[in-house]
């Protein structure tokens, strides 16, 4: 069993950057697929960004040029980085593992950590 734990979230202003760390209790190397989502209000969580074993990255129309995903897989950590925000960006931001499968779809993640808050907002 392995636990995720995320980090980084917070209030920001519109066109500012936040970090978000996503620390994994132990080995992510043999986890298929990493990912983020995110949830916002009344919405449902929907796919941010997912990185492969292999290194290969899928980001959301939405967030296509402002966010870039990256997998360290030697401190067993996955992060988001994420520029020019907007108040759209406000969610609830998860950290996914998928065991076996490609991550493509929410049903494939196997741990999901506990979520931090993400606010846009002047």
């Known amino acids: 069993q392995v636990q995720l734990v995320e980090s980084g979230g917070g209030l920001v202003q519109p066109g500012g950057s936040l970090r978000l760390s996503c620390a994994a209790s132990?080995?992510?190397?043999?986890?298929?697929?990493m990912g983020w989502y995110r949830q916002a209000p009344g919405k449902v969580r929907e796919l941010v960004a997912r990185?492969?074993?292999?290194?290969?990255?899928t980001y959301a129309d939405a967030v296509k040029g402002r966010f870039a995903i990256s997998r360290d897989n030697a401190n067993n950590m996955l992060y988001l980085q994420m520029n020019s925000l907007k108040p759209e960006d406000t969610a609830v931001y998860y950290c996914?593992?998928?065991?076996?499968?490609?991550?493509?779809?929410?049903?494939?993640?196997?741990?999901w950590g506990q979520g931090t808050p993400v606010t846009v907002s002047s």
């Open positions: 132990g080995s992510i190397s043999s986890f298929n697929a």
């Open positions: 990185v492969t074993r292999g290194g290969s990255t």
């Open positions: 996914g593992a998928a065991i076996a499968s490609m991550g493509w779809h929410i049903d494939q993640y196997d741990y």
